[in-house]
Every structure is written in C-alpha cells, then in structure tokens.
C-alpha cells in the first residue's frame, strides 16, 4: 500500500494541475494549497512546484489530462467517466464537491410574479452551459419535477459565462441554470434572483452525484503512486478543515490569494449557494454518489446508453490511506 | 492520359494514410482516444446519415457560411474598393483594418447572440465579422494595382468613376479577392463552426459539441470531415470562378 | 548652357501664327512638367507654349525622352502641368476637371482592357456614352472591320498580336468620333502595309469629320505626309524646338504626295532640325550623370 | 498583369497631408469609442464588450503589472516563433511544389482539403500532440498561417507576365536566378501581403490557443475575461491583442516600402 | 482556296539556297504552331521551311498578325512548335530543352523587370553568367552609353519613356553578344534619328562579331538595309511567301545603301510581295466571321 511518510518519495519536479478557473466548487483544493496548506507543505516537502493550467473548455481539460501533459486536474465525474468509457487513462483519486452545484436563476423581472415557482416557467426559455452538461440535466430535471413537460421549452445552451447574465438582462432567456459563481454574479448584479439551488437538498435530483473529482492522468498514477498518495492527503485534508465551516470569511482565509482575488466580487454569495456541496463530499466515492454520476452522465449523453461502469474505476485506496494519515475517520457509505 | 495517373495515385495516397491510420490506431500504435479511428469515424458518419440528421445540421451551417460569406463580400467590396480608390483613403484606412484584422474576433459571437439573438442572422453576422476585413484589405490592395494606363484609357473613352470601377478596378480586384476567397473561405466555415458552439440546436459546430461532450474524438472528426468535404466542395467551386474570372489572361500553363 | 540657344533658335523658327485662323481648340501656355523621383525632382519638359486651332492636323516629333507622350497627357487632362495653363476646346484643364468627353487619346502603350473582347473594347467608349449594348456592338463591329480585324471580335487582348491590339486602341478611340484626338504613336506597332492602309483611313476620316489631331510620331514622313504643321522638340527637358506649316495640298493621297518637291523639303527641314538635337540628348545624359537634366 | 502595376497607382501624398490624416484618423477612431459607449447603454450588452472607462481601467492597472508584460511576451514569442515556422515553411514547401507541374498538381487538392479544415474545432488535438502552453499555441500559428502564405504565393506566381519570364530566361537564368530575379520581386506584391496577413494572424492564432488551452498569454486574459464574466479584461485583452498585430504590420509594410523602391510614384 | 497559289509561289521565288554555304545556325523543318482559344484551336504560322547560316543576317516582314513573333518564340525554345523540327545551333530545340544560353532575344513587348534599374537590367545577363558585379555593371554602363542612356542608370523602367525601355531592353541583349540574335521589332517605339544610329551601331557591332541575326521589322527599309536576306510572310495563318537575297555590298553605311539600285529595287519587290497578303489578310479575316482562318 503506498504510504506518506518514507520521506524519500518518488515525485516529478513539477505537478501540473489543470482548472476550469477559480470556482467554489474546487475550494477544497485551494484551501489545501492556501499559505498555510496541508498541499503545499507536502509540496515543499518533496521539492515540487505547482503549476496551475487553468482550461476553460472541459474537452480541452480532458484532453491534456488524458494526453498526459497535465498531470492532474479536478473535473467532472461525469467527463471522467465519458473518458474512461472511451478507453482514456485517467484516475480518480477522490471526490470533493457533491451535488449538481447549479442554481436556477429567474429573470428578476419574474421575481414578484413567479418566484420560486418554477412551474410559472412553462413555456420558458431555459439557458444553461452546454448541451449536455450537468447544467442542460438540472434544467430538465428540474423542469420535469415542477411538472412540466421539457419538450414544451426552447433550450438555449450557452458558451461562457459571459452570456450568463447578458441573457437575461436582454430577455434572451428566461431562467438560467448555471454555476454558483456566475449565479452570484447574476444575483449581485440585479438581473436575476435564486429560483431554486440544486445543491439545497440531498434528496433532489442529483443531490448526492459524484461532481467535482481529484483525477491524474493514468500514466501518471502508475509512475508515481506515492506521490500521487501525497496529493490526496493534502487535498483531502484541505477538504476536511472546510467541511465544517460556515461563515464565507473563515473559509476564503484559507485560500490563496490569487484565489481571493478572483473570487471576491461575490464570494459570499457562492459560499451560500454551494458549501452543501463540500460539506456533503465524502472524499471516498460512496455508492450513492457513484449511481447518481453515472445517472448524470447517461442523462446528458456524456456515455453511451448501454454503459456499464468498471467497478474498479471510483477505487478509494488513496482516499482511505489520506484519511488513515490524517487521523480522520472514513466517511461511511465508501465504496 | 497522365491525368487519370494523377488522380489515381492522389486516391491511392489517401487510401494507404486511412489503411495506416486504422491500423496504427487499432493496434494501439495510435492511441485511438486521442487520434480516433478511420472506421468508427465513418460508423459515425453513417448512423448520422441514417438518421438523416447529417443533411440538417450540414445544411445548417453551409447556411450560415453562405450568408455571411455574401454578406461580407458585398460590404468587403464596397468599403475595400472605397479605400483602394485613393492614396489618402488608404493611408487613413491603414491603422484602422490592421487593428480590425488583429482583434480576436472568433471570440465575440456571445456579443451578435446577445445583440441580435441566437439565430442564423447573428452566427452569419458574425462570419461575415470574421472575414470581412480580410476582403476589404484585398480589394483595397487590387483596386490599387489595378494598372493606370489602363484606368487612363478607360477615363479618355469617357467612363465615369462608377464605371471605371466596374470596369478596370473590379475585374483588377478579383484576382486578389478570388485569391483572398480561399483564405477567407476557411475562416468563414470555421467562424460557423465556432458559433453553433453556443445557442445552438443543429449544424456542425453542434455536432462537434456534442463530440467533445462526451470526449467521443470520433464524433468530431466525423463532423469535422463533413466540414472538410464542404469546404473542399465550395474551394473548387472558386477555383473554377476565379478560372472564369481569368479567362481573358493567357496562362503559363496554357501553351 | 545650351538651352539659352536652343530656345532663342526656337523663337526665331516659330511661324505658327495665322492671322485671322480659326478658334483655337487646343492651347499651351507657357507650360512645364516636373516629375518628383528619388533623385530629386526631374523636368521633363518646360515652357511649351502651342497653339493647335479647330480642325488643324499638327504632328509633334522629337528625340525619344523628350516629353511628347508628357504633352498629350496633360493636354487630355490626365496629368496637370506643375506650372503654366492648358485649355482645351475653350476650358481651362486642372486637376479637377479631368478629362473632356470630346478628347480621344490613343496611347502609347497598348492599354486595352485585359479582361473584355476585342469588340467589347472597341464599344466601350459608346456604352459610356449610353448606347445600347446592340448599337454599341454594331458600330465597333463596324470599325474593327475597317481597321482590318474583322473576325476578331471575340478574342482577347493577349491572344491578338501587338499590332493588332494597337488597332482595336485605334479604332476604340475612332469610334467617338472626339473633337481633339490625340495620338501617341499609334501605329508604329503595324507593319508598313497595314500602316499605310490605315494612315490613308486616319487622312480620309479626318477630310470627313475635320477633327483636331495632335500625332506624335518618330516617323518624319509619316509627320509631314499627314499633318498641316510639324512641331518638333528639343531633347529633354524638352522645349518646341520648331514649328513647321507643311503647305502641302489636300487632300492627299499619302503614296503620291511623298513625291512633293514642298514634301522633300520639309522633311529634309525637320531632319537638320532633330540631328543636332539627339547628338545633344546622348552628350547631355553622359555628362549629367545621375541625377540627370536640372 | 497586376505585378507591376500597382506601383504607378500609389501617389505619394504631400507632406501638408500628413496631418489631416491623423486629424481623420482621432475622428475616426473617437467615433469607435462613442458606438462603443452607446452600443453598451443597450441592457447586457455591457456585460459582454465592457465599457470604454472600464476597459481603460483595466488597461491602466496592467501597465503596472509585470503578469501582464510577461504574459505579453509569451504571446507575441509565440506568434513570432509560429510566423517563422510557417512562413519557412510555407516558402520552403513552395519551393519544393511549384516548379515541378507534377508534384504541383499532386498536392494542390491535399492544401485545398487541409486548408478547410476547421483548425478551431481541433484544439483539443493540438494540446494532446503539442501539450499545453507555448507547442500547441506555435503548432497552432503554424496550422493557421502555413496554408494562407502558400496559397496567396502560389496564386501570385499564376499571375506573372510570361514576358518577364521569357526576357530572363533568354538572359540566361537559370532555376534559383529565375526565382530570385523575376518570380520573387514579381510576386512581392502578393508576398508583403500574405506576409502581412500572416503576421497579424500568428499574433491571433497564438491568443485563440492561449484561449482555448494554455494558462499562459494574453489570449488566457480573454478566457478569464469569457468565462468569469469580465468583459473589460475579455475587451481590454483584445485590445492589446490588436495592438501587437498592428505593431507587426506596421513593422511589416515598412519592410515593404523598403522593398518596393521600385514602384516609386 | 488562295494558299495552294501562295505556297506555290513560295517554292519558285525561294532563292536562299547558298551552294556551299556554312553550317546553318537555324533550321525550322515544317514547323507549324496552333493555338488553343476559347472559339477552338487557331492556326498561327504553318508548314515554315526555314534555314538560317551562321553569321546571316535575316529579316523577316509580315502582315501584322502573321506570325512573325510566333516564329521567334519558337527559335528561341519559349514555345515549342505544334509541328515540325527547329534546330540551333545543331541542338533539337523541344519542349525540355528550353533556352539556349547562346541565343539572344529583343522581345516586341516591353520585357524589362520593372523591379530593377536600367543598369540593373542590362548586367543582369552577365550576371546569371557568373560576372562579378563589379565587371557586370562596368559592361553594363558602358553599353547604357552605346544605346544613349548615360546617366539613366538609376532608374527604374517606369521612370523612362517608351523608347528608352526598348533601349534597354536592346542593350541587355547585345552586351551578352549571343551567337544567335532574335530581335522583334526592336526599333519600333524609337524616334527616327535614334533609330538611324542605333540601326547603324548593331550594323557596326554585328560586322565585328558576325551573330546570326532574325530580325523581325515592318519597316521594309530597315528590312533591306540591315539585311542579306529579306523573308516575306503570307496573312495568318503564315507561311513563306518570298526571301530574296539582298546581294547590297558590306559593309554598309545605311544613309548611303538607300540610294543603290539594288535597294531601290528590292525595296519594291518586297512592296509587291506584301501589298496583296495585306488585302486577303483583311478579306479574309471579314469572311470567316468569328471562328478565324482554319
Ligand atoms: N512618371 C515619371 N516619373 C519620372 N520621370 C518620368 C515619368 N514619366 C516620364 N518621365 C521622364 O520624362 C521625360 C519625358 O518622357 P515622355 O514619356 O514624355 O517622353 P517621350 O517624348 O514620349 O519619349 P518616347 O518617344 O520615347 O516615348 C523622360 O526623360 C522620362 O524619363
Ligand atoms: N497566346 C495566344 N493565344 C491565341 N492566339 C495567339 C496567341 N498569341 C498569338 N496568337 C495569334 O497568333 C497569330 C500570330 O501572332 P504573332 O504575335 O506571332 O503575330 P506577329 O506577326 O508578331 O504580329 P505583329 O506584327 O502584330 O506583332 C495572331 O493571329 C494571334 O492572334
Ligand atoms: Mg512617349
Ligand atoms: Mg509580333
């Protein structure tokens, strides 16, 4: 079993983490490689130098990972297993966000008329992501609960974030599914209020799937075991010192200032929307939340329908060795 | 005679890389995730055409190219020929294209969704966004060689400046505008593509989404080969214009 | 130091002044021509004062360089002078007026348009003038025929000989019938039988229409068969050298009135006038050496 | 035809001109910023192209930061060294096709098809076969600019006066001193432009492949500025994205003055 | 109908059978060119026997439109014939061969590189030769001074008039002193007196190096006072219609030749030989309508 504390560790000069960009839903590993982090004095230890590659396309993410020159990234389950499911080589080592993480976002000028009923949007424009993304599930997810019948919506899947708020305020849309972060925006900005919160309840749909996941590429899992051991422990660690916090502030000081600096516009409100998520992260990969990725996965077509998970894929021998080390006990339900 | 050899071993060389290409990735010479695979490419491709939506989805983004194509042709050539006609326009014009041309414009198809919502008009405006300078600078630049003794003779038979611009200027323009079509062609297609990556439901671009969605390489090169074979379709239709536009010059291939 | 001399000759020469003549279509007031180049600017030519009345042939010779195809192109209009007055048909020529609808230029260079037939370049100069595309294409199929192209209508440029492209100028220019013509060598790119053919045609025509024609040539008999004066220049920066009425009968038929005593004359008249003038031309340029001639 | 030509259209404009160019050229370039100012009254439009005040803001704040500059610097490297590749290349592999009407003819139809490629959708590939930073961006300058020189080139040696051809060669050229003194100076024209066309583009396609993959450069600024929804840094990127290529293109048509002595008036 | 008699007429005015004459330096064998136009194929010059011995000096005169130029390209290797056999200088000239370093050509088209100066022009030749560029420009300005154009080294063609771009075309050619010289209407576009010099300086140079010259002109007199021997040419498509021997004494003074019988006569019956081919030229361009002359 590969352990942490033989010193002498087998690790590459510099570790290449890849990043959609500075989001909440990734805040347990910027907690870990704050000033103070568990990461980066594991990092320092072993004399390696984090290199963050932050790649705002998914695809692209997923291509440098499998393709080796990122080392490691925190992406989607939902992409891991469309990778695997095309015979990619890549690694899950542990979970640490669960949940959907998307808000439903009304126009504002809904607000008094419809509030949080979602079924006065039938017949509505719904923005999201991407087609396929969690995002365009959660919307017709969340459409089919209020009742509604999806085919009767006109989808609009996005690019960027950008057009998040811009759609609304020009009447593009009518009600957006999208990130925490840029639903803060939309909030703090004025355009649009919180309609619903996938993340507001385990039982919703999706409440508990696997979401964000510590991955490194395959290559680089089998060349460099303990290493790969070092990064779980010190993420996961970072994943334990939030867990139990509440307040906005006490969590982003913990973080990096780069960090800091990207997320302070509206940082509260992200916090609010999302801590459910990281609170809810095993950090192992449970049953539940391993049948609800796959459930998302299948649902926005990221695997093919006939597809049958490899029960050796979500393997939680470094996420129980971290929480060995750190002295925490495994949550239950692990796989 | 030697023209059938010619394409004969044109087809001959395509086969053997697709042959090569199989079989490197199918014997994990290749890694098949990353560089797909010839057959399940045309698999793809076949299941689309089964399902008839490859017609669609084609159909929707030649569409928009053409639109948008036609749409910058037609600005392109009037600003262009307006800045080629004198000295002074195009030492004006000069900063103003090159900065233009320079500006990341691929990116900005949020903005004309935004403005003039998500629909064939605003991805066709933003092709023409796209390659419209490009066209400008050309016709700019083949107004200006077009050749003064002639330009002079046609002013002496009495052309008025519309005319002298249909006549002399145009036709001096199209070898550069036909020569910039090629180019353009390719950014027109591929600024398509880069719009049906948001807000839209069909084209290639959508295709092409899906593909990376589900990190299926495949899906991509299928619908990329689509775009291919389209935009080889329509190089050959200007290549053959450009040879009509030409017919007047005597060719060094000609004798 | 030459000049001083050349210009005093030119005054005592000159006789071209008919007293009670006809309006004047074409004049020339104190005129030059400079061209800016790298090496500074370069006067091509200076101080051409010319007069050519309503329906007068003049004929303007003289070393090649020495700014003869520069004249026609300001008298059309095309280039303004840097300094003096040019009139045309009564109207003053600047920058701004550009060319006349009545003036005709047949240039020195072939510069038919590339890209249209033969017939089509030859209508072209009607079409401008609105002609119906049938009219238009009936009248140049007309005069390709009488420049000897007939047949020929639907080739292009490059594929004609450079004789023949010459001819379908000629006749683009003919077809309009202008008030002034002018002619920078048109037909030195024909061969002597055809040149001949259409010299007597150019002669015929003008009996008829009684144009104003200004012919450049290098041809000296050529110059004097054809035109009512001669004018030739000095080599450049060229200045009128001679001015030179020919008093031959007309009409004529060019074949014959080569025999004149009157023709021999003036042409041995022009040949002494240009001899020292081309010896002067080769000795200049060597002497001034780059930067040439100011 | 249009080789030597183009030279006699271009009249040299006085010097009093000089400054009523620039006096049009402030007009101009005022009234760009009054349409940007008032396109963004329109409700979510400035969300998305920013604001004049807010993009000179972010433009000032990143005078000061050494991340900026050396971001920049990762861009224009890798566009230059993107331009070199392809425009060696291009030249290079043009040399090798174009006098051989064969070989010619083989690989014309292989550029038309590589040529519509559409090089965007196939980021992904070039960060797995070039990794992500500086080799997928060049890799991708080179993608963008290689075909455009050739083609333009090729399409400019199509247009030369034979007559030019058949006076050297009488003279005696042979091969390389027929390229050298009647084909390159005739196509300089069509060379300066491609040239110029491809410069502006290297600085574009390295931005695009900073956009789509790597960290690093100016073209990471438009992602950030896409994706968190910061359309002053997405606007202001682009704006100094423009400048660099109207840099190089200014650097480029002074080469071409050089060149073009010939063409004098 | 009319080119059985034509060609009929060739065979028994055919004279150019030296008994015992040098090797020949130019031989066209049956030689024939064909065109291919939108309107189909066009017959430019057919069935042309034509032998040229080393150190002649030919000229050829022709209907405009005949073939005259076509015939040079030919011998000089840029357009390989439809048909028939040319050799030079005892080489098969075809399709790969291309370009004989030791043949020389005066395009009728201004051919001058535009990109470089009249000096450059001229030592361009000497230097695909391996001059240095030192010794190239030396020869080169000298003959810049020969052809009167001291002092316009510098400049580029655009920045000379017509006639002085010929010249330097002219020049470029003869400083390489090709044992065959090709020359296409050289003197066309030049003033009369410099053409007078020229024509007597080529005269002098070829007494001194005796070049095979094919000297394609329309000026009959040129024709016979250059030459040993005049080549007439039928309407396009051409073919042979006369040579004829000149039999005038070397060397010649031009100014003088004129006044011999012999030119007087030859003169005229070359006038003769032509005056017909110019009417069935124009004739039969009128009746064959769009799809010319085969
Ligand atoms: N665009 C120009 N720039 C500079 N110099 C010029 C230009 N055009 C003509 N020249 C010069 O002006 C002088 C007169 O030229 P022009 O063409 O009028 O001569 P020309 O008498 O017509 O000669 P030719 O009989 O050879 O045609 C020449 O010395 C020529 O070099
Ligand atoms: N590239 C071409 N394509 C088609 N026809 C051509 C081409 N070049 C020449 N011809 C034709 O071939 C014939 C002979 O042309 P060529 O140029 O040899 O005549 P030429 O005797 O030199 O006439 P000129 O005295 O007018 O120069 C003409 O009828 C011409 O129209
Ligand atoms: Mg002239
Ligand atoms: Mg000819």
Known sequence: ?335 | MSRVWLVISQVLFVVAILVGWELAASTGVLNSFLVGQPSKIAQQLGLWIADGSIWFNTGATVFTTFLGYVAALVVGVIIGSFIGSSAMMEKIAAPFLSFWQGFPRLVFYPFFAVMLGYSIASRAVHVAFVIVFVIIVATATGVASADRDVRQHARILGASPTRIFVDVDLPSATAWIAASARVTFGLAIQAAIVAEFTGAQNGLGYLMVLGQNSFNVNVIWAATSIAVFVAFAIDMLIVRSQRYFDRWAVRADSA | MTDAIARAETKTVSNSQHPGAPAPAVELIDVSQTFRTKSGPHLAVRDIDLTVNEGEFVSVVGPSGCGKSTILYMVAGLRPPTSGEVHVLGKRVTAQTGPDLDVGFVFQKDAVLPWKTALQNVALGLRYRGASKRSAEADATEWLARVGLAGFGDRYPAQLSGGMRKRVAIAASLVLTPKVLLMDEPFSALDAQTRMIMENDLLSIWEETKQTVIFVTHDLEEAVGLSDRVITMTAGPGTILSDRASGLPRPRDLQEVRFEPAFTRLHEMLWEDLREQVQIASSRASAAGVGDGN | MGTETRAIAVEVPPRSAVGKIVGIQFAIGAAFVLIWQLIGEVPGVATLIGTPLGTLAQLGEWVFDPEFWGNVATTVMNAFVGFLIGVIGACVFLALTYPIRLVRRFVSPFLAVLNAVPRVALAPLFIVWFGIGSGSSIAFVVAMIFLMIYINIFTGLSTIDQVYVHNAQMLGARGWQLAQSVYIPAVGTWIMSSLRLAAIWSVLGAAVAEYLAGSRGLGGYLARGGVLGEPDMLIAAAIVIAIISLIADALLSRLEKRYARWRLF
């Open chain 1, 1 to 335: 079993a590969p352990s942490s504390d033989d010193g002498g560790t087998a690790a590459p000069d510099t570790l290449r983490v890849g990043i959609f960009h500075p989001d909440v839903t990734f805040a347990a590993f910027y907690a870990a490689t704050g000033e103070d982090g568990a990461l980066t004095k594991a990092l320092e230890d072993n004399g390696v130098e984090l290199q963050i590659e932050y790649i705002p396309s998914g695809s692209n993410l997923m291509a440098a990972l499998n393709g080796g020159t990122l080392d490691a990234a925190l992406v989607p389950a939902t992409a891991l297993l469309a990778v695997s499911s095309q015979g990619g080589d890549v690694a899950p080592l542990a979970g640490i966000y669960t949940g959907a993480g998307q808000m439903i976002i009304g126009a504002s000028q809904y607000e008094d008329t419809r509030g949080e009923d979602v079924d006065a949007f039938d017949g509505a424009t719904w923005a999201f992501t991407r087609v396929g993304s969690i995002g365009h599930a959660v919307a017709r997810m969340t459409a089919e609960e209020a009742g509604l019948d999806w085919a009767d919506q006109t989808e609009l899947p996005l690019g960027s974030g950008s057009e998040a708020q811009a759609v609304l305020e020009t009447n593009r849309a009518d009600i957006l599914v999208t990130s925490p972060v840029n639903a803060a925006r939309a909030v703090e900005s004025g355009v649009g209020y919180l309609v619903a919160n996938s993340e507001a309840d385990e039982d919703a749909p999706l409440g508990m799937a696997l979401n964000t996941v510590l991955a490194v590429n395959g290559g680089f899992e089998k060349k460099y075991p303990e290493f790969s051991q070092v990064l779980t422990t010190g993420v996961l660690d970072g994943l334990v010192e939030l867990k139990d916090l509440t307040d906005p502030e006490e969590a982003l000081a913990l973080m990096p200032p780069e960090f800091v600096e990207a997320v302070s516009d509206s940082w509260d409100l992200q916090w609010e929307y999302a801590h459910a998520g990281i609170q809810r992260a095993g950090g192992v990969f449970t049953e539940t939340e391993v049948e609800q990725g796959v459930e998302s996965a299948l649902l926005s077509a990221a695997v093919p329908e006939d597809f049958k998970l490899d029960e050796t894929f979500f393997d939680n021998t470094y996420a129980r060795a971290a929480f060995d080390a750190l002295g925490v006990e495994i949550p239950e339900g692990a796989l």
